[in-house]
């Protein structure tokens, strides 16, 4: 897979809101700070623009953290299709790219896996 086809450029709609602290420029100062996106930029005043990494981050991802920070995403069906396929896509690209995810686990405490072996030991012999 060549670099360029690592990363994502997508288009996030916001529903309209009176209120600055829910528009396009707040949440670009959310995702700014998070690591994978490359560039998160208002593209009006109720839509951003954001380029991340695939490897990283997915669009689901990025659409499940602003719900839970409570910017509201429009719900047409033509941005709902088109969030779905987005989505659909990545997974795909994200199979096909054989990411080791080994990397992103938290190491198995060896203890633990001891007194698994041991208890399997004494069950053998009762």
């Given amino acids: 897979m060549e670099e360029a086809d690592q990363y994502r450029c997508r288009l996030i709609n916001l529903k309209h809101s009176?209120?600055?602290d829910y528009q396009a420029e707040a949440a670009c100062?959310?995702?700014a700070n998070i690591d994978g996106i490359i560039l998160a930029a208002p593209f009006s005043k109720h839509s951003v623009h954001i380029?991340?990494?695939?490897?990283?981050?997915?669009?689901e991802i990025i659409i499940e953290l602003l719900d839970e920070l409570n910017f509201e995403l429009q719900d047409s069906?033509?941005?709902?299709?088109?969030?779905?396929?987005y989505c659909y896509l990545e997974d795909n690209a994200r199979a096909n790219m054989h990411l080791d995810v080994t990397e992103f686990q938290e190491p198995e405490d060896e203890s633990q896996a001891v007194s698994q072996d041991s208890d399997k030991y004494w069950e053998d012999y009762r």
């Avoid at 380029?51 to 669009?59: E, H, M, N, S, V």
């Avoid at 069906?77 to 396929?85: A, C, E």
Wanted: hydrophobic fraction near 50%; avoid cysteine; aromatic fraction near 8%.
């Fill in 18 to 20: 009176g209120d600055p």
């Fill in 29 to 31: 100062e959310v995702l």
């Fill in 51 to 59: 380029i991340y990494a695939l490897d990283r981050l997915t669009f």
């Fill in 77 to 85: 069906i033509l941005v709902s299709l088109r969030n779905t396929i």
